[in-house]
């Protein structure tokens, strides 16, 4: 699956890419390189995080669904049950 960034991302991690290599780096990153640098990371990187955020997700929604039958159970035949406790 190849991970698509909509263009106001992209330009936002460019810059912040270009900001952390100024700031941490004392390294300017111009915007051809900075652009072919994201583009790795996203291609490289992106795919575990990504793969990782939906292990998560699957994890999160197992646990959920799982305690259906706890917190949606309903008692079946209640009307004998009540009357065998009076």
């Known amino acids: 699956m190849t991970i698509k960034l909509e263009k106001r991302v992209e330009d936002a991690l460019l810059a912040s890419l270009q900001r952390y290599f100024q700031t941490e780096l004392e390294q300017p990153l111009g915007t051809l390189p900075g652009q072919h640098l994201l583009q790795f990371i996203v ?42 406790k009076r």
């Open 43 to 84: 291609e490289e990187i992106g795919p575990s995080i990504y793969n990782q955020a939906v292990l998560d997700a699957q994890h999160h929604m197992q646990a959920k669904v799982s305690d259906l039958n706890i917190d949606c159970y309903a008692e079946e035949q209640p009307y004998w049950l009540k009357k065998k």
